[in-house]
Structures are given as structure tokens and as C-alpha cells.
Nanobody, 123 residues
Framework: QVQLVESGGGLVQAGGSLRLSCAAS????????MGWFRQAPGKEREFVAA????????YYADSVKGRFTISRDKAKNTVYLQMNSLKPEDTAVYYC????????????????WGQGTQVTVSS
């Protein structure tokens, strides 16, 4: 099992920045990648960004490319999501996930999830 704990959400004005963190514990050696998904009210959970645990290869949804940056600290078993130029449409609960498969941008391939952290962007 892998346990994930997110932190760093909050309220920010449009154009502002936030950094989310996700600390993993447990059988972290089984992870092939970690990612961030988000779910806005009334919408399905959608892919935001992911990073392969070994090589550090990054993947982004088109809606966040150029604004969000995912990174990892292997020594701390932690992944980060730096979010810049935030927009009201970025408002959602952000979930950290871990997958043991090579598929990093599809929800059902993620085995483990954190509890989620709220990000609210005011206009």
C-alpha cells in the first residue's frame, strides 16, 4: 500500500500562485508515476499533470501547460505542483495519485489517492 497526503491548497486571486505538495509513504518503490487530478463541482475528475518516478518525465494537460509545473523530490518521496497564473476555472479539489502502471494520464490506472486539497481562485 501507498499512503498519500496532500497540502498547500487555499484561496488565491486570479493571476496568483500556489504550490501543492504530496508526500508518499509505504510501498513507494512500487510507484511508476505520481500525478495530480482535479475535480470541480459537478464535473468529473480530470488529469492535470504527472511525473514518472524514475526518470522524472513530465506530462501536462493542455489547459495547464505553461502555467503549472510538476516536480518531485525522490529523497523525500514528495511531488509538487507549482501553479502560476491561476484562473477562476482552476478552482477545484486537487487530488494526488500514484500509479504502478505506465499509464499516467487516465484516472482508472491510478491505484492510490490522497484525500484532496481545495484550491479556490477568485476573480
Amino acid at each position: 500500500q501507498v499512503q498519500l497526503v496532500e497540502s498547500g491548497g487555499g484561496l488565491v486571486q486570479a493571476g496568483g500562485s500556489l504550490r501543492l505538495s504530496c508526500a508518499a509513504s509505504g510501498r513507494t518503490f512500487s510507484m511508476s508515476a505520481m500525478g495530480w487530478f482535479r475535480q470541480a463541482p459537478g464535473k468529473e475528475r480530470e488529469f492535470v499533470a504527472a511525473i514518472s518516478w524514475s526518470a522524472g518525465t513530465t506530462y501536462y494537460a493542455d489547459s495547464v501547460k505553461g502555467r503549472f509545473t510538476i516536480s518531485r523530490d525522490k529523497a523525500k518521496n514528495t511531488v509538487y505542483l507549482q501553479m502560476n497564473s491561476l484562473k477562476p476555472e482552476d478552482t477545484a479539489v486537487y487530488y494526488c495519485g500514484a500509479t504502478t502502471t505506465p499509464i499516467v494520464n487516465i484516472l482508472r490506472y491510478y491505484n492510490y489517492w490522497g484525500q484532496g486539497t481545495q484550491v479556490t481562485v477568485s476573480s
